[in-house]
C-alpha cells in the first residue's frame, strides 16, 4: 500500500490553515491582559497541537515585555497594536529565537513608544500577512501532491508490506528539510537586514 495524497489533503483540512483573527476580531476597545488571553485562546484554539498546550499566558505577555518585543501596556490595558504583535509573536515564536523576533520589532517597538506611533502601520502590515497567509494555504495541497510523486517516484524499490509506512518517514524528513530551509533563509534576512542597525 503506498501513500495517498487524499490522506495528506485530509490531515491538512484538520490544520484550519483558513481560521485566523482578522483584525475586525479585535476589539476597538482596549482590554484587560485576561481579556486578551480570553481572545487568543477563542480564536486561536485550532493551533493546539494538545489540549494541554497554552496558546498565550500572562507568563507570556511579562516576558515578552521583558524581552522589549512588546510594547508596554496603557494603565494595564491593551491596544489593538498590542494585539496585533502578539500575534506576530506567536507566529514567529514557532521557528526564531526571542533575540530575532526582537531584531525584526526593534524600530517598530521604538517607533510605537514615540510620540510619532500614528505613522506605525502595523496593523497594515498584519492584514497583509493575513492575505499572503491565506494565499500560502491555497498552494499547500498543489504543493503536498507534487512532493507526493517525487517520492512515490523514488521509492518504488522498498518493501510493499512496509512501503507506506517508510513513505510517510520520508514525507515527514522532506517537509522538516523544507521547513528548515525556510527558516535559515529567515534568519539569513535577519542576519543582513535587521541585526545591523535595523531595516531601512
Known sequence: MELDIEELNLLLEKLFLYEDIELSDIPDLDLYMDQVITLFNDKLAHLKRSDDDKILTKTMINNYAKAKILIPPNKKKYTKNHIVLLILIYYLKQNLSINDIYLLFKDMIEALNSADKEHVEI????????????AQAD???EDLSEKIDLIHKN????????????????????????????KRLAEKIIDDFFADNGFR
Not at 126 to 133: A, Q
Request: no cysteine; proline share 2%; hydrophobic share 40%.
Open 123 to 134: 496593523q497594515k502590515i498584519y492584514e497583509s500577512f493575513l492575505h499572503i497567509k491565506k
Open 139 to 141: 498552494k499547500i495541497s
Open 155 to 182: 521509492t518504488q524499490g522498498l518493501n510493499p508490506e512496509t512501503m507506506k509506512s517508510e513513505q510517510m518517514l520520508i514525507t515527514v524528513l522532506a517537509l522538516i528539510n523544507e521547513a528548515n530551509i525556510l
